[in-house]
């Protein structure tokens, strides 16, 4: 005995749809919107519910989305000081990570000094659905920045706790499917990090450090802090190690090398690689190409960075 023909066939988003039904004129349709933004997740019921309507007999259409939601990895990037390039390394290690394979979010928490829309080359202003912010893509990746919401030039002459707003406003966007969000932090020990810590409970932290001394004194404050809120440390990155003369080919080490991973070991914490002071870092992120999107050294120095520090995220913490 023949079935007989489904009349919902042919509705838009077939893919999406997990279950149709027809009866008396009703047509009840469920459509799974796992990684839909708010506003993609409404343009893909409109246009299931036009196309039922469209079907002869059909008089309603009740139109049900569903979404899984997505499991968010929140890793947090700090410094003990500012001028060691976390938010350089922050860009291109999410990039770097994308073009590994995952969906990555980038938020530039960096209250007092946001550069990502530099670095990134898009100074696109964000959108607003239901109250939640629209992430802009760039390289592959969404971010926001509070360098989004202000004009250029302009001080964030902000107190403690409407920094932290403006963090929770950040962290509560439409991310859609981004699996990792990367955190850009101030640096220093502060109200932003403290109140990230104690709303969204990173699943680890990330320590940026130049070899010398002196950022190494804070950087192992950074870790103390992370280590007293119990967030683990992934790793420690050294930024700024070997200078290369482009005119003879000589490496030089104008802040010394090797003192971050000197002071990882010590202090028991994973040494996810280091990062040369180079002129074409520089000159890319000034003009908003991060290295880590194009081919060369520099991005892949970034990738190996980027590998090291999945693997300490499938890692398990004891």
């Known amino acids: ?178 699996e990792l969000l990367l955190v850009d932090l101030p640096p220093g020990t502060g109200d932003v990090q403290l109140s990230l810590i104690q709303r969204s409970r990173p699943a680890g932290a990330v320590i940026v450090s130049t070899p010398q001394d002196l950022s190494l004194i804070d950087a192992r404050r950074a870790v103390d802090l992370f280590n007293k809120m119990s967030v683990p440390v992934f790793g420690i990155i050294e930024n700024m190690a070997t200078y290369t003369c482009p005119h003879c080919g000589e490496p030089s080490h104008p802040f010394g090398t090797g003192g971050a991973e000197a002071a990882a070991a010590e202090m028991g914490v994973p040494f996810l690689g280091r990062l040369p002071l180079s002129l074409a870092i520089r000159e890319a992120s000034d003009a908003g190409t991060p290295p880590a999107a194009t081919e060369g050294p520099e991005a892949d120095a970034f990738n190996a960075i980027a590998a090291k520090l999945l693997e300490a995220l499938e890692t398990p913490v004891h």
């Open 1 to 178: 005995m023949e079935h007989p023909a489904d009349p919902l066939t042919g509705l838009p988003h077939d893919e999406r749809i997990r279950s149709r039904k027809l009866a008396g004129g009703v047509a009840t349709v469920i459509v799974d919107a796992t990684g839909l933004s708010e506003g993609e997740a409404k343009r893909v019921e409109d246009e299931v519910r036009a196309g039922a309507l469209a079907i002869a007999g059909v008089t309603d259409a009740r139109i049900a989305m569903t979404a899984t939601q997505p499991h968010r990895t929140l890793i947090a990037i700090g410094s003990g000081k500012g001028g060691v390039g976390k938010s350089t390394v922050s860009a291109n290690v999410a990039i770097a990570l994308a073009k590994a394979g995952k969906k990555v979010g980038l938020i530039d928490a960096d209250v007092y000094g946001p550069s990502q829309p530099t670095l990134l080359g898009s100074h696109e202003k964000p959108t607003a659905e239901n109250e939640k912010l629209i992430p802009v893509q760039a390289h592959g990746i969404r971010f926001l920045s509070l360098g989004q919401l202000v004009s250029p030039g302009h001080a964030l002459a902000w107190r403690g706790p409407m920094a932290t707003g403006a963090l929770a406003n950040l962290m509560e966007a439409d991310w859609g499917d981004s």
